[in-house]
């Protein structure tokens, strides 16, 4: 069993669309997270939701929106996508301050 | 504010050789510092982490790390490296802790470790 699954893993579209990733932990984590990859493999940490609740919301524009439906998912969703949103897009877990597993990425590309 | 410096972007070993990896850090306090490794096309998995009590820390697929305080270094060590060693290394620090949970992860720019044979 996948312990963090994002779907899709690939995501190609046109400038302009809105588009979402989805993200599930079944490690009972309650702690999830967005992270942003860029070309250069630079890691940036976007959101954070614990139980729920919005923790961390670093300076992203505000076309970007998480959601968490529940403790064990954690959804992002775009709006009027940019080229400077291609990137790898990765989820995370962690219980409480240990350690965070990743998922295995989304990569967008954006033409 | 937390930062991590890996001063070296790319490194090359022969297979069977040793290998170290630096990574600097910058935090107020006790520091939870990680080492985790990219496949290429994947996702980021844990090789070891320090939290507090033996700076020496042992981790997965034979890899171990030094935590340094008068330093500030977290260097990533193995004694002899295999072909399948060869991805990007990220560094990373995380001592804030959140209110209502969580801890927020600064990571280093990377090291690209490649291997020949």
């Known amino acids: 069993d996948t312990a963090v699954s994002q779907t899709p893993k690939y995501l190609v579209t046109q400038m302009g669309n809105d588009k979402s990733i989805k993200c599930e932990q079944n490690?009972?984590?309650?702690?999830m997270y967005w992270y942003k990859q860029d070309s250069k493999k630079f890691l940036k940490i976007m959101f954070s939701?614990?139980?729920?609740?919005?923790?961390i919301n670093e300076t992203v524009p505000n076309r970007f929106s998480p959601k968490s439906p529940d403790k064990a998912h954690l959804n992002l969703h775009i709006n009027s996508l940019e080229l400077g949103d291609s990137a790898v897009y990765f989820c995370a877990s962690s219980q409480s301050t240990n350690f965070q597993y990743f998922g295995p990425g989304t990569r967008l590309l954006v033409l | 504010a937390q930062s991590v410096t890996q001063p070296d972007i790319h490194i090359t070993v022969s297979e069977g050789a040793s290998l170290e990896l630096r990574c600097n850090y910058s935090?107020?306090?006790?520091?939870?510092l990680f080492w985790y490794v990219q496949s290429p096309g994947q996702g980021l998995q844990l090789l070891l982490k320090y939290f507090s009590g033996d700076t020496l820390v042992q981790g997965i697929k034979g890899f171990e790390a030094e935590f340094k305080r008068s330093q500030s270094s977290f260097n990533l060590r193995k004694p002899s490296v295999h072909w399948s060693d060869a991805a990007e290394y990220f560094c990373?620090?995380?001592?804030?802790?959140?209110?209502?949970?969580?801890?927020?992860?600064?990571f280093g720019t990377g090291t690209q470790l490649k291997v020949e044979l």
């Open positions: 990373a620090v995380g001592g804030i802790i959140l209110t209502g949970g969580g801890n927020k992860l600064t």
């Open positions: 939701y614990n139980n729920k609740e919005l923790i």
């Open positions: 490690l009972g984590h309650d702690t």
């Open positions: 935090y107020g306090a006790t520091p939870y």
